[in-house]
């Protein structure tokens, strides 16, 4: 399960609707599925159909991360033009069992907001808490 | 001394659930065959061929490899090395 604040759900659409038609991405971190920050990142692909975030980005945040004893709790990251469930590329990428990850899709005029584990190409949605 | 090399989660079955491995000084490339050595299997999740793969970064102490010698760059004494997995992904409809 994955909680998460209304605000900071807001920071994740905000996110999506400024990079929109590109994908947005970022990390949730935080302790026991619980989010306490949000990470806007870099799409380095800066394309509308895949993201990759920079790796001296994703390192320096990684290590910030560490500094404030916050966890990788999920990746986020938006679907300009379809549903809010993982891809092909999406599982094939995922090198973050541990993770939840988050998918909002703008597909549609209300966005959507799902997550998921991904976990040897296996996809399971999760509930999400809202706090 | 020897380097560090810290082991991202989803390898870590391979390095009998070691967070932060031993290694020998030498290229990065070099380093990844003596790993292979002690934890098979290991080698081929982070390189193909002899070239680090596309969704692994590789940081020499707090550097991307890619910035500067690849596969190449001199591992020393003493240095930290962080295998970490990228974070990518995205809708493939079109790729």
Known sequence: MLSIKREDIEIVLEHARDENPREACGILAGNDGVVEKVYRMKNKDLSSVTYLMDSMEQFAVMKEMKEKGLDLVGIYHSHTSSVAYPSATDIERAFYPEASYLIVSLSNKEPQIRSFRIKDGKVEEEEMRIL | ?95
């Open chain 2, 1 to 95: 001394m020897g380097v560090k090399v810290r082991i991202p989660t989803p390898l870590q079955r391979l390095t009998e659930g070691k967070e932060e491995v031993e290694a020998s000084p030498g290229t990065i490339i070099e380093l990844i065959g003596d790993l292979e050595k002690r934890f098979p299997g290991i080698g081929e999740r982070i390189s193909e061929s002899g070239k680090i793969r596309r969704f692994v970064n590789i940081y020499l102490n707090e550097q991307d490899i890619r910035f500067l010698n690849n596969e190449e760059t001199l591992v020393k004494d003493g240095d930290e090395v962080s295998i970490i997995p990228a974070i990518a992904g995205g809708d493939n409809r079109n790729v």
